[in-house]
């Protein structure tokens, strides 16, 4: 892992933290740089609400409400869907098999010169564009 720089977390990357599963302890490292000033961790919020449908169809809303209570705690900054964002997404999923919300992650870490952290497979298909950070599955 880079000791410092930018961050684009995707659902795959949050959601395993927030369930302490394999891939967590990575997060937490990028967490911490958030911690400490030593990178920009993001999210877009196409991902975060992926994460949230996620985890209100597997758990309930009861904790989906928690899971957003624990999420705006941590030191990531939650990017908007704006138009030039929803654009660069467009046309990166028309270009390759990803998933849209995946193409949103993408958009954000080419726009933010930042590192995706992911375990998803999907990415494969554009890790040639963007640096990643591979989680264990």
Not at 11 to 33: I, K, M, Q, T
Not at 64 to 69: G, S, Y
Not at 105 to 125: C, M, Q, W, Y
């Amino acid at each position: 892992m880079k000791p410092y720089g930018n961050y684009v977390l995707d659902s795959f990357a949050l959601l395993a933290y927030l369930a302490d599963e394999r891939g967590a302890n990575p997060v937490r490292e990028v967490l911490g740089h958030g911690l400490r000033h030593t990178g920009a961790v993001c999210m877009s919020v196409i991902n975060l609400g992926e994460c949230l449908y996620i985890i209100e169809r597997e758990q309930g809303l009861a904790k989906t409400h928690q899971a957003l209570a624990a999420i705006e705690q941590l030191p990531v900054a939650v990017a908007s869907a704006d138009r030039e964002r929803t654009f660069a997404a467009a046309h990166i999923k028309a270009q390759y098999r990803v998933s849209y919300a995946d193409a949103f992650a993408i958009a954000l870490a080419r726009e933010s010169n930042a590192t995706v952290v992911t375990g998803d497979p999907e990415f494969k298909h554009v890790q040639h564009l963007i640096p990643i950070l591979w989680l264990p599955r």
